[in-house]
């Protein structure tokens, strides 16, 4: 019998897509507010790394490539900004959960330190020390604002997680956000002679807040870490902000011994100052061996792969400061033997800053051939 064909007024059907056609790719402007609504709080450890690094090379001697560093960091830098500014308009409700959030709260003090060190480059690299004054003002306003903001927020929390959900390494950033304030204090203090004392009274008071944040924190840590049994995913980069904190600590301890011969402020301080760097820098140098085996244990072991994000800036940042901070007190506190260690660390840090950045372009490509699933991920902002 044959197929009686349907009436003519009867609607097609819309012909249905091939199971191997391809979805269309996402727009930019879809790219642009995804990113921004799952932007991580720790986003600008991506200018942390870049800069550290930048100012490492350029101790070293490497002019040009620090240079070119600089330029960069600039271009990261302002991509961020929007991003987070983009966040913060149409994702309000995100970045607020994120400062309620204990295990990545500690992630927005990134911003403090992004514009600490983009503000050094700005004065060493950039010969402009005025903008970074200004750069200075704001991060310690962000410093205020975020360590008070965030404390205030996990502190009334009406519900907080366990020792082992809400601590980690990123908590160490509260540390790395103090110190950075001072060294960029230090770093200002001979571009203003009228101003020299008290930038580095302020930088002196924000290296001591670094410091005794350093201690309670770092202890409770490394118990999380021997009494809580952990997952190879619960044990990654966070833990080499231990290091980094304790070499940016040295990095800023350095500089105002450095200066104290000259300022009668910190005079009866340089003693102490080289003392307390001296022990930073031992405790970072102690952090480099455990964490190459945790890293080995992790991801060569248990297999886990690493993947980029935001937490392959997290490994970048502390090699890089670690070159820097070794060589501020090598001159500073006139150790020849330490001042051996900086061209080998130097040459580390460009190499896991370089792997970094592939894996950055790798994941800037495929953005953008999607296969258009970022485009359903937020049909709209969430306070709209």
């Not at 019998?1 to 727009?27: F, G, I, L, N």
């Not at 990095?251 to 200066?259: F, K, V």
Request: aromatic fraction near 10%; include cysteine; charge should be positive.
């Amino acid at each position: 019998m044959s197929r009686v064909p349907p009436p003519a007024d009867t609607p097609s059907q819309p012909p249905k897509a091939s199971a191997t056609e391809r979805p269309a790719a996402p727009t930019l402007v879809q790219i642009i507010d995804c990113s921004a609504a799952d932007l991580s709080p720790a986003s600008f450890a991506l200018v942390m790394a870049t800069g550290s690094v930048s100012m490492a090379v350029h101790v070293m001697g490497g002019t040009r490539l620090s240079l070119a560093l600089f330029a960069l960091n600039g271009g990261f830098f302002v991509a961020l900004l929007g991003l987070t500014a983009l966040r913060l308009v149409r994702h309000r409700s995100r970045a607020a959960a994120d400062l309620r959030d204990h295990g990545a709260a500690m992630g927005f003090f990134t911003t403090v330190v992004g514009v600490c060190v983009f503000a050094i480059q700005l004065a060493r690299l950039g010969g402009q020390p005025g903008i970074a004054s200004a750069f200075y003002v704001v991060a310690a306003g962000l410093w205020f604002f975020v360590n008070y903001a965030v404390l205030a927020a996990l502190i009334t929390a009406r519900t907080k997680p366990t020792l082992r959900r809400g601590l980690n390494g990123l908590w160490l950033l509260a540390v790395v956000g103090a110190q950075a304030v001072a060294a960029l204090g230090g770093t200002l203090a001979p571009e203003f002679p009228l101003q020299r004392e008290l930038l580095l009274l302020a930088s002196l008071v924000f290296f001591l807040v670094g410091c005794m944040l350093y201690i309670p924190i770092i202890s409770l840590i490394f118990f999380r870490l021997v009494f809580v049994r952990l997952t190879p995913a619960e044990i990654g980069w966070p833990y080499w902000i231990g290091m980094g904190a304790a070499a940016i600590t040295t990095l800023s301890g350095a500089m105002l011994a450095e200066q104290a011969g000259d300022v009668a402020i910190l005079a009866s301080f340089r003693p102490f100052l080289l003392g307390f760097s001296l022990f930073f820098w031992a405790v970072g140098t102690w952090w480099i061996p455990l964490l190459v085996v945790l890293g080995i244990w992790v991801h060569v072991v248990h297999r886990t792969p690493l993947r980029y994000g935001v937490q392959v800036w997290g490994i970048v940042f502390p090699l890089g400061m670690y070159t820097l901070s070794t060589e501020q007190l090598a001159r500073a506190a006139e150790l020849d033997l330490l001042a051996r260690i900086p061209p080998v660390s130097v040459i580390a840090a460009v190499a896991v800053w370089s792997l970094a950045c592939a894996g950055l372009l790798r994941h800037i490509v495929g953005l953008f051939g999607g296969s258009g699933d970022i485009a359903s991920t937020k049909d709209a902002a969430d306070d709209e």
